[in-house]
C-alpha cells in the first residue's frame, strides 16, 4: 500500500506517494520529470510568449460587431436626456463600464467611437486624463457654503463682488474670479 511504501522510504508525509501516483498517470507514464526551484529566465519568457499568444486569439466578426453596437448604443445614450453633448468625464466613466462589461480594449473601444461622426469624441491621452484628474470642487465645499449663506443672508442681492468682499472680511483668503466661478456653479 502507498502507506506501507512511505513508512519504508521515511517520507514525513503519505500524501506525497499518491501525488507521485497521479503525475506519473498524467505524464503517460513516462519519466517523473519535475524540476525543482523556479523557471529559468527563458523559460519564463517562452511561457509568456505562449499565454500572450493565446490570449490575443483573433475575436470573431460577430463579436466584434456587437461590441462595436454596444458601444455606440451607450454612448449615443449619454446625450439623451439634455441633448447636450456629454462631458469628458462622463464618456471616461462609459468608456471604462464598457471595457468591463464588454472585455475589450480601450483603444477597440475608444476607435469605435472616434469612428463614428455622430458620436462625441475622445482621445486616449484625454480619457486617462479625466480619470485621474482630482475635482477641483472637493477643496472648495467649505468656501461654497459659506458663499450661500452669505448669498442667502441678504437675500440674493450680494453679486460675486461683494460677496469676496465679505469673505476677506472673514479672513479668508479667495480669489474674485474663484468665487464667481463657484456662484455660477
Known sequence: SARRVSLELGLSNGGQIHNWIRKYKEDG??????????????????ADRGASKADKRPKTEELK?????????KIERLSLPKNQKPTAQEIAITVTQLRQEL??????VLDTINANPDLPHLSRSNYYYTL????????????????????????HRYGYRRITAQLHREGMRVNHKRVKRLMVK
Open 103 to 108: 472585455h475589450v480594449t480601450v483603444k477597440f
Open 65 to 73: 460587431t456587437y461590441c462595436r453596437e454596444r458601444v455606440c448604443k
Open 132 to 155: 485621474t484628474k482630482d475635482d477641483k470642487n472637493l477643496k472648495n465645499e467649505k468656501v461654497m457654503k459659506r458663499i450661500k449663506e452669505i448669498f442667502e443672508e441678504h437675500r
Open 29 to 46: 507514464y513516462n519519466d517523473i520529470n519535475h524540476k525543482k526551484g523556479r523557471p529559468t529566465h527563458e523559460e519564463q519568457r517562452q
